[in-house]
Structure formats: structure tokens, C-alpha cells
């Protein structure tokens, strides 16, 4: 079965640092990856995909995703912070069928 | 092109009230979710419906019923509402087929049981 971690519950920087948020997966066969993030009070949004092809993916809003076979690693990476990314980011991994595994979640504050 | 849309956006129920969640979309998405979002757990699918006319069971669907009334309208009632089933419920449609498609969110419904 699927499932998809979030080690840090909590991500603190300050705004113009880079961030990073982790996700490691566990998948039978190929993984097909998704980042999404949630502002308050708000359904999710999507971020950015990983489904074959470059390791390295760029999303929404000037993030990306690094994914690592070797590793099974999915993490969402911006080169600077705004304040505005404060939000829950969530990882998921979806499966041959229509199935999603969501993370825990993140929650990422970033600091003025 | 209003998304996903979801009615209501809060409702409080007594132990043992019925009430039914209503979730549509305007995508021409054959696939439609229902999850529930509780603190540090993420998202758990309750029930999908992967085109019209299917529905099948997600992880959590102990205490929940769905009807995909049509393309565009998938429905998840609490038969017999329970404390546990207090929770943040979210509706979800994607495409199928071709590439590994993305999922729309609804705005979602905080639901309390008492």
C-alpha cells in the first residue's frame, strides 16, 4: 500500500531564506507525486507534480519539487520565502487507480 | 467557472441528527472525492466515485452513505450523525485518463457533532 510522511510537523524561516519542506513516499511500481497547499479556512490547492521525466519540477507561485528515486524522496523547495507562503503544504501520492494518500501535513510559517 | 462548490459551509448537529453534504463541480470530471481533515492526520478519502454511476470505498467509510446523482453532483450523507464524525469535509474532482491528473478542492464543510 501507498503511504507518504512528512517528518516536520512545523517549518520556521524568515522571509527571504530559502525553504525546504520534506515528504518521503513508499509506493509499489512507479510513484506519481503531488504537492498541495492549503491557506486558512481553505480547500486545497495544487502546487506541483512529479509523474516521470526531470527530477527536478517547478510549480506554482515559485515553487518546486525535487523527487529522488534512491532515496524516495519528494521535497517541495522555494529559493527565497514570502510571509504569504505561510500555509499547510501536504504531499500525496497517487496510485494506478484514482486513489490519493495525503500526508500528514506541514504547517510552514515564515517569519518578517 | 466556479470550481467545486459545497453546501453548507458550517453545520452543528445533534448525536443521531441525519444531514447530507452537497458537492459540485463544473469541470466535466468524470472522478469525484469525499475526504474528511482532522488535526495531524492529513486527508482520509471516504468515499470516491470514479465516473458516473460507480462509487466505491475509501479508507474511513464506516457511519457515511454517497450518491453521484449525475456527472457534475456527488452527495455524502451521515446517516446517524456521532461525535466522532465532527470534522473539516472536503470535496474533490479530477480528470481521468492520459496523464496523472491533479485534484480540485471544494472550500469544504466544518462539520460538529454534540
Known amino acids: 500500500a501507498q503511504s507518504v510522511a512528512q517528518p516536520e510537523d512545523q517549518v520556521n524561516v524568515a522571509e527571504g531564506n530559502p525553504l525546504t519542506v520534506k515528504c518521503t513516499y513508499s509506493v509499489s511500481g512507479n510513484p506519481y507525486l503531488f504537492w498541495y497547499v492549503q491557506y486558512p479556512n481553505r480547500g486545497l490547492q495544487f502546487l506541483l507534480k512529479y509523474i516521470t521525466g526531470d527530477n527536478l519540477v517547478k510549480g506554482s507561485y515559485g515553487f518546486e519539487a525535487e523527487f529522488n528515486k534512491s532515496q524516495t524522496s519528494f521535497h517541495l523547495k522555494k529559493p527565497s520565502a514570502l510571509v504569504s507562503d505561510s500555509a499547510l503544504y501536504f504531499c500525496?501520492?497517487?496510485?494506478?487507480?484514482?486513489?490519493?494518500?495525503f500526508g500528514p501535513g506541514t504547517r510552514l510559517s515564515v517569519l518578517p | 467557472n466556479a470550481g467545486v462548490t459545497q453546501t453548507p459551509k458550517f453545520q452543528v448537529l445533534k448525536t443521531g441528527q441525519s444531514m447530507t453534504l452537497q458537492c459540485a463541480q463544473d469541470?466535466?470530471?468524470?472522478?469525484m472525492y469525499w475526504y474528511r481533515q482532522d488535526p495531524g492526520m492529513g486527508l482520509r478519502l471516504i468515499y470516491y466515485?470514479?465516473?458516473?454511476?460507480?462509487?466505491d470505498k475509501g479508507e474511513v467509510p464506516n457511519g457515511y452513505n454517497v450518491s453521484r446523482l449525475n456527472k457534475r453532483e456527488f452527495s455524502l450523507r451521515l446517516e446517524s450523525a456521532a461525535p466522532s464524525q465532527t470534522s473539516v469535509y472536503f470535496c474533490a474532482s479530477s480528470e481521468t485518463g492520459g496523464d496523472y491528473n491533479e485534484q480540485f478542492f471544494g472550500p469544504g464543510t466544518r462539520l460538529t457533532v454534540l
Open positions: 500525496a501520492v497517487r496510485d494506478y487507480g484514482q486513489n490519493f494518500v
Open positions: 469541470m466535466n470530471h468524470n472522478s
Open positions: 466515485s470514479a465516473s458516473e454511476g460507480t462509487t
